[in-house]
Every structure is written in C-alpha cells, then in structure tokens.
C-alpha cells in the first residue's frame, strides 16, 4: 500500500506563505491523483485540490482558487501544496491523499498521510 507523510506544515502570519510537502513511498499507482484534504477543529474533512498523476490536469475548490498552487514531482514521488495569503480560516490540519481521480473525494480516496497542522495567527 502506498505511504504518505505530509511535512511543511506550521505558523504563519495572516498573509503569509507556507509549502507543503507529501512524500510518498511504496508502491503508487499509474494515473492515480494526489491531492489536499483540511480538516477545520469542530469541522468536516473537505477537499481543497488535487493534480493528476501527470500533473496536466489540477481542480482547485474556490477557497483555494487564486492562492493556493498544487504541484508534483514524479521522479521523487512528491506532491506539494504552495499556500499564499493564507488566511485565518485556513487553519487547519492538512491532508495528502491519493484516489483515481483530480476532483478526490474521501470515499474514493485510497491513501492518506497522517496530517500535517496549520496554523494562521497573527
């Protein structure tokens, strides 16, 4: 089963930048998605983008549309999610997953990493 462990995570300022990092290991699958769940304390997991295993297809949901840049890296097996003017409501651990396809949801999805906190606070 394919491994994923999230890093890169911390606090920041409002408007600040963050990059996280999913490194995954074991055996991955061809054409299979990775992408970025957050779960809010008190709130639901929800989806906030995801690239295809190629990287020419992303879907980003509207929180993250305009800040926020997902990217990954085939040769090293590592996705990443580049956070800019990152808001208060962005706080909130953060979820690498992997699924069959860019637009993950978590009844789809087949790995995830173990979380990775972010914090935005002034």
């Known amino acids: 089963q394919v491994q994923l462990v999230e890093s890169g995570g911390g606090l920041v300022q409002p408007g600040g930048s963050l990059r996280l990092s999913c490194a995954a290991s074991?055996?991955?699958?061809?054409?299979?998605?990775m992408g970025w769940f957050r779960q809010a304390p008190g709130k639901g997991r929800e989806f906030v983008a995801g690239i295809s295993w190629g990287g020419g297809d992303l879907w980003y949901e509207d929180p993250a549309k305009g800040r926020f840049t997902i990217a990954r890296d085939i040769a090293k097996n590592t996705g990443y999610l580049q956070m800019n003017f990152l808001k208060p409501e962005d706080t909130a651990v953060y979820y690498c997953a992997s699924g069959p396809r860019v637009r993950l949801t978590s009844d789809v999805v087949t790995s995830w990493g173990q979380g990775t906190q972010v914090t935005v606070s002034s």
């Open positions: 074991g055996r991955t699958f061809r054409n299979y998605a």
